[in-house]
């Protein structure tokens, strides 16, 4: 029995999920559709450059849940992940995690997206346990900020080594997979990095170290 680490965007899912909440956010009438989403491209951009500030982004992405309730928000997540997300599964990241559960691997899933979408796609794969972007309340409702390390490049390292401490497991013999090179420091890490339908960075070094390359659709 091994730890089967997964990344989210772009690695179990054809897409990004924050950016396609933001679109899902315009069609809700949260946000003015046009500029929001170009504002969104443009950050996004930068994250696939591998120059993205996080705390931009997430300043940014989460100004629309400002005053919102949690429950206020996971009522059109539910659908949001039903329509938009669960029909861009890739199927091969399905079977791979099925094969994990038969193995009698634990799975966790760890994203730079806002634990409230990550958690709720995770519930559609079957996947109990998720580190993601923690958000800030104040009584009772979202502030737009976060709340502790940021789950993105080292910091999905800091957060994952807590996790390990609190439930008392080790990286020995550890999976992970993931497409970007923002996750290169916790690929680094484990035993088995695998590169999932890679950025240029990602695969430039997983041919160089001689990692599997793994093309999903």
Not at 1 to 19: K, P, R, V
Not at 96 to 124: N, Y
Not at 162 to 171: I, N, S
Request: glycine content about 6%.
């Amino acid at each position: 029995m091994a730890l089967a680490i997964f990344d989210l965007d772009e690695t179990l899912i054809n897409g990004d999920c924050a950016s396609l909440w933001s679109e899902y956010m315009a069609t809700l009438g949260w946000v003015d559709g046009e500029s929001f989403i170009a504002k969104d491209h443009q950050l996004m951009a930068a994250y696939a450059e591998g120059k993205l500030a996080m705390e931009d982004y997430m300043a940014f992405s989460l100004s629309p849940l400002v005053g919102r309730t949690p429950e206020e928000v996971a009522f059109v997540v539910e659908p949001f992940v039903e329509d938009v997300i669960e029909p861009i599964f890739f199927s091969d990241a399905t079977r791979c995690l099925a094969t994990h559960r038969e193995a009698g691997d634990r799975i966790l899933i760890i994203s730079a997206s806002a634990h409230f979408l990550v958690s709720a796609i995770a519930e559609r794969l079957k996947v109990d346990e998720v580190l993601a972007i923690d958000l800030h309340e104040e009584y009772g409702h979202y502030s737009g900020k976060t709340e502790g390390v940021l789950t993105y490049r080292e910091g999905k390292v800091t957060r994952l080594h807590a996790w390990l401490e609190e439930h008392g497991e080790t990286l020995e013999g550890a999976y992970f997979y993931s497409d970007s090179r923002n996750d290169l420091p916790l690929l680094q890490r484990v035993d088995k990095p695998h590169a999932v339908n890679p950025d240029p960075v990602l695969r430039e070094h997983a041919e160089r170290e001689g990692w599997p390359i793994l093309s999903w659709s």
